[in-house]
T-cell receptor, first 114, second 113 residues
Framework: AQSVTQPDIHITVSEGASLELRCNYSYGATPYLFWYVQSPGQGLQLLLK??????LVQGIKGFEAEFKRSQSSFNLRKPSVHWSDAAEYFC????????????FGDGTTLTVKP | DADVTQTPRNRITKTGKRIMLECSQT?????MYWYRQDPGLGLRLIYY???????NKGEISDGYSVSRQAQAKFSLSLESAIPNQTALYFC????????????FGPGTRLTVL
């Protein structure tokens, strides 16, 4: 069975500081991996995804993530956080056959200090 | 216009009432999903449908039912609402030809008193 762990429930960073949100997954083969963002009062929006090729993927809003098979991780990073990045972030894993459904982590809430 | 819409956006109801949440999409996707979100619990899958004739239970389907009226419409019903069904409910879609990315509606906040 596939599963996702986001170890950090809540992270606080200062505006302009760098950010890394952790995601560990469990899946028997190479999965599809996703990061979504949920701004207050909104639905989830895809930030980026990995399904093959270059293990460093670029997304929207200046985010990137690196797939590390040996560590079963797909951590999200941003070099300089903006106040508008305050939101909840979800990592998700899906089967690479596209025959199934994704499993979401419990989410990490990001607070940005002025 | 939004690609995935949900109605109502907010609903307050009483224990024992039947309630329906509706989802419509204009993305032309075959796959549709219903999730609930509770603080600290992330997103939990209630039901999903890979086409009009294919309905599947998710991890927390007890107390819920669904109807896929058309490719574009997927409704979630609570036959007899109870307070622990108070949550934020999301509908999502995905393209069978895609890489599993899901497109979410804005959510319905349901309160059961």
């Amino acid at each position: 069975a596939q599963s996702v762990t986001q170890p950090d429930i809540h992270i606080t960073v200062s505006e302009g500081a760098s950010l890394e949100l952790r995601c560990n997954y469990s899946y028997g083969a190479t999965p599809y991996l996703f990061w979504y963002v949920q701004s207050p009062g909104q639905g989830l929006q895809l930030l980026l995804k990995y399904f093959s090729g270059d293990t460093l993927v670029q997304g929207i809003k200046g985010f990137e993530a690196e797939f590390k098979r040996s560590q079963s991780s797909f951590n999200l990073r941003k070099p300089s956080v903006h106040w508008s990045d305050a939101a909840e972030y979800f990592c998700a894993v899906g089967p690479n056959t596209n025959a199934g459904k994704s499993t979401f982590g419990d989410g990490t809430t990001l607070t940005v200090k002025p | 216009d939004a690609d995935v819409t949900q109605t109502p956006r907010n609903r307050i109801t009483k224990t024992g009432k039947r309630i329906m949440l509706e989802c419509s999409q204009t993305k032309g996707h075959d796959r549709m999903y219903w999730y609930r979100q509770d603080p600290g619990l992330g997103l939990r899958l209630i039901y999903y449908s890979f086409d009009v004739k294919d309905i599947n239970k998710g991890e927390i389907s007890d107390g819920y039912s669904v109807s896929r009226q058309a490719q574009a419409k997927f409704s979630l019903s609570l036959e007899s609402a109870i307070p622990n069904q108070t949550a934020l409910y999301f509908c999502a879609t995905s393209d069978i030809r895609g890489s599993g990315e899901q497109f979410f509606g804005p959510g319905t906040r349901l309160t059961v008193l």
